[in-house]
């Protein structure tokens, strides 16, 4: 859902996703003059106004732990906020002041007020859930179970620990699971990482109720993650699983879910897919998400390839398949992309988008991106706000200097915070697992694009990989760059911190003159691009 409203010279424009809320303002020439910031507060339903919160102060009250504080106390000093306390399906209502005067003696001039309800988890026929992904988050410090592993089962708080960090994103899988109830359903699996014993309790459940089912999982030579999947995997008889044996990657990270037709025969119903594994990485720790589509031109796409895989003796009997049976329908509005081919038809495609783009690009991705998507990326629209987020360097690291492309730095260096956080029991250095990509957000018509495929050559020519592609839904839009801007935030913010370690620069603090909107009215600068991008009608 999306909102746009002026008051008294002050805009405010609320995009709401289902457990986000991005709020985007403007203010008229005069309204700038003397301009210390925001101040906003929101109502769930008709219950009591409250201030949201920031982190900075100004500089005469900061203090080194960064401690949360009204925004009437300390006002917002961006053209661009975003309020993750909200929960899905809900009613609520933001009001946005402009702060004047001085510290310790501000006054306001009441702007808009906007009253939304966040997109539901279920709609139509998307349902998507991120998980939280605070393995490097302040957040879970502040909680009762702050100091739980929740790998650790001894713990009393390990399961309440795993819940706020999956945020429903383990039980959306499972859902899927249990919506096969009997001898009328399957559930076909294709998986790169399987390492929770649970799931394999529900498969075998399943099993009991008469579901058929069937699991591929990833297999290589003398690995690691295969001996896993292996051991994991055990339980369940030899033919309703299959290794697939390749010498790159079996990426794939979906499941669809039958039902049996009046012939008996089973019709693919929905699809579940996404960037998360089954393993305690994939559901809290690492940034994923995964979304069920329930349509069945593209469930059928997708049960077509498992099929392929299913009767495949090898990567080179499913590259041919795929070249010759599974094309993109880039006129649709909703289609999907497999891999691996042979002529880069799907980084055509990338390409293309990225090309194409008018307002915004915002990429994520764990590993290294093709150079032509960087290209398109470095020399695209010069009117086009673009950002990235990913784990591994690239060209993509160093581009936030630049005023139409603001990526967060190498992660590894920005993930030491101002508080002690929390890494328990993260395996390796990979927080940002999304593979994710979103062209033209603010306006009428957005793209995304999500899977297993991370946007590089290899999830082209060599992986067993693949994504969906949806286009014109802001609903789906809204959601997934709400999610994206929170990670976008987390770390960019974190990465400035960082950067000043060593220095001897003051605490980051608030401005106490309005030099602070400079930027936001340069049109050489991004952040101008911001301003008059989100807040417009």
């Known amino acids: 859902m999306r909102q746009q409203k002026e008051k008294n010279g002050i805009t405010l424009k609320v995009y709401a996703g289902t457990t986000g809320v991005l709020l985007a303002f403007d203010v008229t020439p005069e309204r700038r003059v003397g301009l210390l910031?925001?101040?906003?507060?929101?109502?769930?339903?008709?219950?009591?106004?409250r201030w949201l919160r920031g982190m900075l102060k100004f500089p005469s009250e900061a203090e080194p732990d960064y401690l949360p504080i009204d925004t009437n106390l300390?006002?917002?000093?961006?053209?661009?906020?975003?309020?993750?306390?909200?929960?899905?399906?809900?009613?609520?209502?933001?009001?946005?002041?402009?702060?004047?005067?001085?510290?310790?003696?501000?006054?306001?001039?009441?702007?808009?007020?906007?009253?939304?309800?966040?997109?539901?988890?279920?709609?139509?026929?998307?349902?998507v859930v991120f998980n939280r992904a605070v393995a490097a988050s302040q957040a879970y410090a502040r909680k009762d179970f702050a100091d739980t592993n929740p790998d650790d089962e001894s713990d009393p708080l390990h399961e309440k620990a795993r819940q706020w960090l999956t945020r429903g994103l383990r039980e959306l899988i499972i859902n899927v699971f249990e919506q096969a109830v009997d001898a009328n359903y399957g559930l076909d699996i294709a998986i790169y990482e399987f390492e929770l014993p649970h799931f394999v309790d529900l498969l075998q459940a399943a099993r009991a109720r008469g579901v058929e089912v069937r699991v591929i999982y990833h297999a290589k030579k003398n690995d690691h993650q295969t001996e896993v999947n292996e051991e994991v995997l055990a339980p369940m008889p030899a033919d309703t699983k299959k290794a697939r044996v390749t010498t790159a990657i079996f990426h794939q990270k979906f499941v669809i879910l039958k039902k049996r037709n009046a012939g008996g025969q089973l019709i693919p119903q929905k699809l579940l897919m996404g960037t998360a594994n089954f393993t305690p990485n994939g559901l809290w720790r690492q940034a994923n998400v995964m979304h069920v589509i329930e349509d069945k031109p593209l469930a059928?796409?997708?049960?077509?390839?498992?099929?392929?895989?299913?009767?495949?003796?090898?990567?080179?009997?499913?590259?041919?398949?795929?070249?010759?049976?599974?094309?993109?329908?880039?006129?649709?509005?909703?289609?999907?992309?497999?891999?691996?081919?042979?002529?880069?038809?799907?980084i055509d495609f990338l390409e293309e988008l990225i090309n194409s783009a008018k307002s915004e690009v915002f990429i994520c991705s764990a590993f290294s991106v093709h150079d032509r998507l960087l290209d398109a990326l470095e020399n695209g629209n010069p009117d086009m706000i673009r950002y990235g987020l990913q784990n591994s360097r690239s060209r993509i690291t160093g581009f936030h200097r630049n005023r139409s492309f603001?990526?967060?730095?190498?992660?590894?260096?920005?993930?030491?915070?101002?508080?002690?956080?929390?890494?328990?029991?993260?395996?390796?250095?990979?927080?940002?697992?999304l593979k994710t990509l979103i062209t033209d957000f603010s306006t009428d018509n957005p793209t995304v694009v999500v899977g297993s495929h991370n946007f590089s050559k290899p999830a082209s020519d060599k992986n067993d990989e693949n994504f969906v592609v949806i286009r014109g839904d802001t609903g789906v839009a809204d959601t997934y760059f709400c999610e994206m801007m929170r990670l976008y935030d987390h770390y960019r913010f974190r990465y400035n911190e960082r950067k000043t370690e060593g220095e001897a620069a003051s605490p980051m603090g608030l401005d106490t003159t309005d030099a602070w909107t400079i930027p936001y009215f340069d049109a050489e600068n991004l952040k101008f691009q911001e301003r008059t991008r989100f807040s417009r009608a």
Do not use: C, M
């Open 300 to 346: 059928s796409a997708y049960q077509q390839l498992f099929e392929q895989l299913w009767s495949s003796e090898g990567r080179g009997d499913t590259k041919t398949y795929i070249n010759e049976n599974q094309p993109l329908k880039t006129s649709e509005s909703l289609f999907s992309s497999f891999s691996p081919r042979s002529e880069y038809v799907d």
């Open 406 to 433: 603001t990526a967060t730095a190498f992660l590894k260096d920005g993930l030491e915070g101002f508080l002690k956080e929390s890494t328990k029991g993260q395996r390796g250095n990979i927080y940002i697992h």
């Open 74 to 127: 300390a006002p917002i000093q961006k053209f661009r906020w975003s309020d993750y306390s909200v929960y899905d399906d809900r009613p609520y209502t933001y009001e946005l002041q402009a702060v004047y005067g001085t510290p310790g003696d501000l006054n306001y001039v009441v702007g808009p007020s906007i009253s939304i309800r966040t997109e539901a988890i279920k709609k139509g026929k998307h349902q």
């Open 37 to 49: 910031g925001f101040a906003i507060r929101r109502k769930f339903g008709s219950g009591a106004w």
